[in-house]
């Protein structure tokens, strides 16, 4: 019997197909949390961005965007959310400040 033949059988093609389906479902829990709120994470900062004034500190914006993302879920789900939804929120919000400011920023700059 040929190495060839049995790697090629349809239970080793089986083994192979179920072994990697688990593999790629392993790696995708492993993205961040916040990942299911980026839209909203999105919005809120841009939102911030535009309706606070310069003179307003990181920490204000940040609980202000924190706020608008929970006063948006709230009034989807019809519940408050709990502490670790916030805290996976506001780590979002952080990640993804930069990341939104440069596109606003080149958005400025295009439109000008």
């Known amino acids: 019997m040929n190495v060839w ?14 072994v990697v389906g688990i593999l790629l479902n392993k790696l995708y829990q492993w993205r961040p949390a916040w990942k ?24 204000s914006k940040l609980n202000m965007a924190v ?6 879920l709230n ?6 959310a709990d502490n670790t939804v916030v805290d996976i929120i506001e780590d ?3 990640l993804k400040h930069s990341e939104v400011m440069e596109s606003v920023n080149k958005e400025r700059t295009t439109t000008s």
């Open 5 to 18: 033949t049995v790697i090629n059988s349809p239970i080793v093609m089986t083994i192979v197909t179920v």
């Open 36 to 59: 299911k709120y980026e839209p909203l994470i999105i919005e809120a900062i841009r939102y911030v961005e535009k309706s606070s004034s310069g003179e307003v500190d990181s920490k």
């Open 67 to 72: 706020n608008y993302v929970l006063k948006i």
């Open 75 to 80: 009034e989807r789900k019809k519940g408050q």
């Open 92 to 94: 979002g919000i952080r």
